[in-house]
């Protein structure tokens, strides 16, 4: 057994964020089809929590709106389709609930994905008479295939923040997460049809402007209400990673964010709106006109207020001309970087099919120990106090025992030191104890340190045998 001595204290633990998305729409991620029964779809979503944690992810950003819809019980919005097949059919259990709570049990964090503006993503599929589109066709625009709520009308974004609050509310969140779709993506020479709303609302300004203004303030807006509601849940979002084409310089771009998107993400990051910005930078370090290291580099200098830059990766694309080392390389770049580290899989399926050996690659190399999400001292600086510890015996098992958490506590982190050096290991909170480390032959003493809902680290406490 190891000797720790009284004044040794074990060493500050690795901080990163290490997330990945789980897209419901289109069944891209879970569940992978409508037409599964509920113990099927609890199974699937199980075995991609399983999969996190064994690869010492510490987030899983779950997709819960992607079409003005539910995945959770609502009495706003009605079932998504993705769940049953049919808009409306209650799946018979409350996916979101039930996410949270075995996401906590294995110490991840599970962020709310929410689509703000679009209505439906495909013409396919009938409406429920719940639906927004029912209830409000007269804020619909038509694009495409797919219908999308104007976000020029005030009474429609307050409608939609009104949702996020909601389950802001009801459910015991760690993140809202919205991503790049506010206005849509420009499908040839169409134009989004607002023209009417334009009118009415723009008062002098340019369209895109006009446009780029009603987000910004729904932006500002929702920020205000989560914090309102629960500081501690964080607001991020995942814009298009290039802001402007030339921007920085020799970068090019099919798509202009700013222009088109109405996304003016570094003007919330700059601004504090947003806790954490994750920029889609799906390309790779070495191409020509869109190199990751350059986009993350000048992402970095927009962030004076040092928010959460945790950027969105493309594991995805593995096989489609990229290896696996280069996902590697991506996250190293990160580390290296002048904010703290992290970063967000696209998308999940990649890492559960070990596409090109990603997973097993992370889990030799970049995952060797877990990682506490990063703190986030703007909304609570605060250490939540010292775990009191007991021994205890369970079917003659050794057990590191806290009880019942208290109500700031996200999860705990429990270290131990032997011949190899320090280990450690993450336990949610809602656990109320963990096997003593390393079982009967283990060393005679470990630390515990309680984990706030902002990432805040409680003092040491020490437990013997």
């Not at 944690?53 to 709106?65: E, G, H, M, T």
């Not at 949270?100 to 709310?112: F, S």
């Not at 990051?269 to 994750?278: A, F, I, K, M």
């Amino acid at each position: 057994m190891i000797a720790v001595t009284a004044q040794e204290l074990p060493p500050e633990p690795t901080r990163e964020f290490r997330g990945t998305w789980v897209a419901s729409v289109h069944n891209l991620d879970w569940p992978s089809s409508s037409a599964l029964s509920p113990n099927s779809q609890r199974a699937q979503l199980l075995a991609i929590l399983d999969n996190a944690q064994r690869l010492k992810l510490n987030a899983v950003i779950l997709q819960v709106r992607p079409n003005s819809d539910a995945l959770y019980r609502s009495a706003i919005e009605p079932w998504s389709a993705w769940l049953s097949g049919t808009m409306g059919v209650d799946p018979g259990y409350d996916p979101l609930a039930f996410a949270v709570a075995e996401a906590h049990r294995r110490g991840l964090q599970l962020h709310a994905w929410v689509n703000p503006f679009r209505a439906l993503a495909t013409d396919k599929g009938g409406l429920s008479d719940r639906h927004v589109a029912r209830r409000h066709p007269e804020w619909m625009r038509r694009y495409g295939s797919q219908l999308f709520i104007d976000p020029g009308i005030p009474e429609a974004r307050e409608y939609v923040e009104s949702v996020v609050v909601d389950l802001v509310r009801r459910y015991d969140i760690d993140g809202v997460h919205l991503d790049d779709y506010f206005y849509p993506y420009p499908a040839g020479r169409a134009e989004f049809p607002d023209g009417t709303t334009f009118r009415k609302y723009g008062r002098g300004q340019s369209l895109n402007a006009w446009r780029r203004s009603n987000i910004d303030r729904f932006v500002s807006s929702l920020s205000s209400a989560i914090k309102n509601e629960k500081r501690h849940v964080l607001f991020g979002i995942s814009p298009f990673g290039i802001w402007r084409p030339g921007i920085p310089a020799g970068t090019t771009a099919g798509v202009n964010a700013y222009e088109s998107l109405a996304c003016d993400a570094p003007l919330w990051l700059r601004n504090g709106w947003v806790d954490y910005l994750s920029p889609q930078l799906y390309w790779t370090i070495d191409s020509e006109g869109q190199s990751f290291a350059r986009l993350y580099d000048w992402w970095s200098t927009q962030n004076p207020l040092r928010r959460h830059l945790w950027p969105g990766i493309a594991t995805e694309r593995i096989g489609q001309g990229r290896t696996a080392s280069e996902q590697v390389r991506q996250i190293d770049l990160i580390r290296r970087g002048t904010g703290d580290a992290g970063h967000i899989h696209w998308n999940n399926k990649a890492l559960l099919q070990d596409r090109g050996g990603i997973s097993g690659l992370l889990a030799k190399t970049a995952y060797l120990a877990p990682a506490l999400v990063p703190p986030s001292p703007w909304l609570d600086r605060n250490p939540p106090g010292r775990p009191t510890l007991a021994t205890k015996e369970k079917a003659g098992t050794a057990y590191v025992d806290w009880g019942a958490a208290e109500r700031d506590v996200s999860v705990y982190l429990v270290q131990w030191k032997t011949a190899a050096g320090w280990n450690s290991q993450v336990i949610g909170a809602s656990n109320s104890g963990v096997a003593w480390p390393g079982g009967r032959d283990a060393t005679p003493r470990v630390s515990v340190r309680a984990v706030s809902r902002t990432g805040m680290l409680s003092d040491v406490r020490w437990l013997a045998r």
